[in-house]
């Protein structure tokens, strides 16, 4: 069982950046694609980035686009998020994920075997 922790959360200004990381255990993170889902206060957990096992390949929610990036490093066995631009919308609890080697979906979380215990986003107005 693969065991994800995310870190890099906290209470950020509107406009402002932050950058979360989360780090596998195991042998298999170069294996499989990875991604970020959010959650907010008394919303579903929702798609934010994907990325494929080599990071050739990048995937993006309509509302982030162009201000977050998603990036990994195989030796690492380390997925990050970075988070531009930042709005009071972008609020939530983000968790990292490990999709199953089967899944096609990037952005439906039950695609998603693993989950790491989330970190707070807060971005204040």
């Known amino acids: 069982q693969v065991q994800l922790v995310e870190s890099g959360g906290g209470l950020v200004q509107a406009g402002g950046s932050l950058r979360l990381s989360c780090v596998a255990s195991?042998?298999?993170?170069?294996?499989?694609?990875m991604g970020w889902f959010r959650q907010a206060p008394g919303k579903e957990r929702e798609f934010v980035a994907a990325i494929s096992w080599n990071g050739g390949n990048t995937y993006y929610s309509d509302s982030v686009k162009g201000r977050f990036t998603i990036s990994r490093d195989n030796a690492k066995n380390t997925v990050y998020l970075q988070m531009n631009s930042l709005k009071p919308e972008d609020t939530a609890v983000y968790y990292c994920?490990?999709?199953?080697?089967?899944?096609?979906?990037?952005?439906?979380?039950?695609?998603?075997?693993?989950w790491g215990q989330g970190t707070q986003v807060t971005v204040s107005s």
């Open positions: 994920a490990r999709r199953r080697s089967q899944a096609s979906d990037v952005d439906n979380q039950w695609s998603y075997d693993s």
């Open positions: 195991g042998r298999t993170f170069s294996m499989h694609v």
